[in-house]
């Protein structure tokens, strides 16, 4: 299987432009190295639920890998304003949240002629015993420190990002051409990587997700964002016997999330979404994501859009005087980007 997607990234290489060859290459297939599993039956369920707003809406089951079940909802446009197959808007959560976070947003594209589709993340909502909370991420995350193997920390959900687009493009009524993704904080930063990973995202939506783990903790602004998984980190620190530091934040990072802060991270990531386009949200006052990081990552795609041709495909979008949230004006903006370039 790894030799298979070796091959698929080596075929899109192939007919890249040259700029835009060099940046895919290396990391997309290193990457994918690092999630890969064998591919199963997908084994979807649907389950019809109540209305929203008069739209049809069902839940979803599908199959990621051998021991993952991946709960999610589904939401149709109004078929007598919106005919033949339509485009997708894949959305989300944060820490802590589950599938029902990305609601508005959803109902906002399912509004607009997409089909809404929302995934709990893993150790999240319908994947845990609680049904919300982060108690089942945070010791998941633990034990990936531990034994060094899974993980759940970010990569393993975009796994079943690119599992549930294996889904969507099996459907009648989905134009798999026209698929978006979006996402809020930790969903912010899976959209990127599952749009860097996957070159079916046909465009993308981060939201306060966008960053450079590397300036953050070359520049000690990392904190905030271990704060995220707070529980988690500190039993790794007691289990290590080491320092609250960033070397063991570098130590920490390797175990569960290697190359995060490093060939993976925002700024080698997003050029692997060129020349698709990609709409970065973030807040100017976010100390999860420092905006310094913020800048550096888009900075750094800018050459890529620029040697496909694509400049206008990449937009910054900063919310000033803002904290780590999302304003409704960039719900605006993000319905308004999807509209924009996968015209439902």
């Known amino acids: 299987m790894k030799l298979m997607r070796l091959a698929v990234a080596l075929l899109v290489l192939q007919f890249a432009p040259p700029a835009l060859a060099d940046a895919v290459s290396e990391t997309r297939v290193a990457y994918l190295a690092v999630i890969d599993r064998p591919r199963v039956a997908l084994r979807p369920e649907l389950t019809e639920m109540p209305a929203v707003e008069g739209l049809k809406k069902y839940h979803l089951w599908f199959s990621a890998d051998a021991t993952e079940r991946v709960p999610g909802y589904l939401l149709l446009p109004d078929p007598a304003s919106f005919k033949g197959p339509r485009p997708v808007v894949i959305g989300l959560h944060g820490t802590g949240g589950n599938k029902d976070d990305m609601a508005n947003i959803l109902l906002r594209a399912a509004k607009a002629g997409f089909i809404g589709v929302a995934i709990d993340g893993r150790f999240h909502g319908e994947r845990t015993r609680a049904g919300r909370g982060t108690a089942e991420y945070d010791a998941a995350i633990v034990e990936a420190f531990k034994a060094g193997k899974g993980h759940p920390f970010y ?17 009648k009524d989905v134009e798999a051409a026209r698929i978006g993704l979006t996402g809020i904080s930790k969903g912010g930063i899976e959209t990127y990587l ?20 590397k300036w953050a903790l070359d520049n000690g602004q990392w904190r905030a964002r271990i704060a995220t998984i707070q529980s988690a980190f500190d039993a790794a620190v007691a289990h290590a016997g080491k320092q609250d530091d960033a070397g063991f934040v570098r130590e920490f990072y390797a175990r569960v999330v290697p190359g995060i ?5 925002g700024p080698e990531m997003l050029k692997l979404i060129a020349p698709r386009p990609l709409l970065v949200v973030n807040a100017d006052s976010d100390a999860n994501t420092p905006i310094a990081g913020v800048r550096l990552a888009v900075r750094s795609a800018q050459p890529v859009y620029a040697a496909a041709n694509a400049a206008d495909r990449l937009q910054l979008l900063i919310e000033e005087d803002t904290p780590h949230r999302v304003n409704p004006e960039a719900v605006d903006a993000g319905i308004a980007w999807f509209v924009r370039w996968l015209k439902p």
């Open 155 to 171: 990569y393993d959900t975009s796994w079943d990002v690119m599992r549930l687009v294996d889904y969507l493009a099996t459907r």
């Open 194 to 213: 599952a749009a860097a990973a996957d070159p079916r995202i046909a465009a993308a939506v981060p939201y306060i997700g966008v960053q450079s783990f």
């Open 261 to 265: 802060d490093g060939p993976f991270d």
